[in-house]
């Protein structure tokens, strides 16, 4: 049984590596699984892509398509042509999509095109707001996915309102929390943090790349002012974004709390994040590590596909207003933020549940020209 695994972003890396884990442990114990790493290519730049492969250990892809940047149109074209010719050259028995990035949608419709089967890591999750492009590509991807494997009761719930068979959804967990949980021990400091002379639960991290949030940069500016104004002696780490950068620099605004840095390595960041005393955010991935971590976070966006990480978690939705951070942060600084515990199924197991249920379950027929 041959596997394709789609990897093409950042937020895919660490959800496939403990798949290609799974399945290597799966055919040493002398089951019939290979797998294919596809790489799209759609992040290209060395930090956003390159350190994610070397520090989790993924190997090198077996194919690249390359692609590179482009408008969603361009880079979905050119994936879905892509990843097309792969399978016409050697049909793969199952196409693995992770999450919900341009990839995911694009090698999904060519699998289904080629009648090839799809499976969804990562499926169900909705955030209700349909002008997202992740949205988008969530509901075309489960709208042609043959199984889905979920990581929340809130997924399960979505996609049975949307019809689809019980049989066919399998309550896995979160594989990004597998990669979260084999690598604790791994973490490291960031070459920075001598320098700034960083102390544990001293500082803040601030993520920020959605486009309310950082294309207009006034608006951006004010949510950098209000954090600094209300952050006290906190530092404050701020890994940029590309898609942030041009407007960050145009404001002009420096303050020696703020400290800038190019985005990170996995192990770098994940010790940032798990040493700090909150995190400001737009990122549903980072809600979901947070709460692992039992790290406080402000998600500022107006709706979250990972509810748990609110329900249960140690995230607050608060919104993409700048002013909604006054009220979050001095409820942080005054000791009162909620204590969370982490969401069912959350235990490092995901990937090893997924191989699980194809090699001894679903096992999907070879489909033939």
Request: charged share 25%; net charge negative.
């Given at each position: ?28 114990d002398g089951h ?233 390595g996995y192990l ?102």
């Amino acid at each position: 049984m041959l596997l394709d695994i789609i990897a093409g972003a950042r937020p895919n890396f660490m959800k496939i590596s403990p798949i290609i884990a799974a399945i290597r442990k799966a055919a040493s114990d002398g089951h019939d699984v290979s797998y294919r790493l596809i790489h799209t290519g759609q992040h290209y730049d060395k930090n956003m892509s390159d350190q994610f492969f070397e520090q989790l250990g993924i190997p090198l892809p077996d194919i690249n398509l390359g692609v590179g940047s482009g408008t969603q149109a361009e880079q979905t074209a050119a994936i879905m042509i892509g990843y097309e010719k792969v399978i016409m050259e050697r049909r793969p028995d199952l196409t693995i999509v992770v999450g919900d990035v341009t990839s995911t949608m694009a090698c999904a419709i060519s699998a289904k095109k080629l009648h090839v089967k799809v499976a969804h890591v990562e499926a169900g999750i909705r955030s209700g707001d349909i002008t997202m492009p992740e949205e988008v590509n969530r509901l075309v991807t489960d709208s042609i996915t043959d199984y889905f494997f979920t990581t929340s009761s809130y997924a399960n719930e979505n996609l049975e309102r949307a019809g689809v068979q019980q049989e066919r959804i399998f309550f896995v967990g979160n594989t990004m929390i597998d990669t979260l949980m084999a690598n604790l021990d791994r973490l490291r400091k960031p070459a920075f943090w001598d320098q700034y002379g960083m102390e544990s639960g001293k500082y803040l991290v601030m993520t920020l790349h959605r486009p309310s949030n950082v294309d207009d940069k006034d608006n951006l500016l004010s949510i950098i002012q209000t954090v600094m104004e209300l952050a006290g002696e906190h530092k404050i780490v701020f890994p940029v974004h590309p898609r942030t950068r041009k407007n960050l620099d145009q404001t002009g605004f420096s303050d020696e709390r703020l400290i800038l840095t190019e985005p990170m390595g996995y192990l770098e960041f994940i010790y940032m994040v798990k040493n700090a005393k909150a995190v400001i955010t737009d990122s549903g991935g980072i809600t979901e590590e947070a709460t692992v971590l039992g790290i406080p976070c402000m998600t500022m966006r107006n709706s979250t596909e990972r509810p748990e990480t609110c329900v249960v978690g140690t995230n607050e939705l608060i919104g993409t207003d700048p002013k909604a951070l006054i009220p979050a942060i001095e409820k942080l600084m005054s000791g009162n933020w909620k204590k969370g515990t982490i969401p069912e199924m959350w235990d490092g197991k995901a990937a090893e549940r997924i191989i699980n249920a194809f090699v001894t379950t679903l096992k999907p027929e070879p489909v033939y020209d």
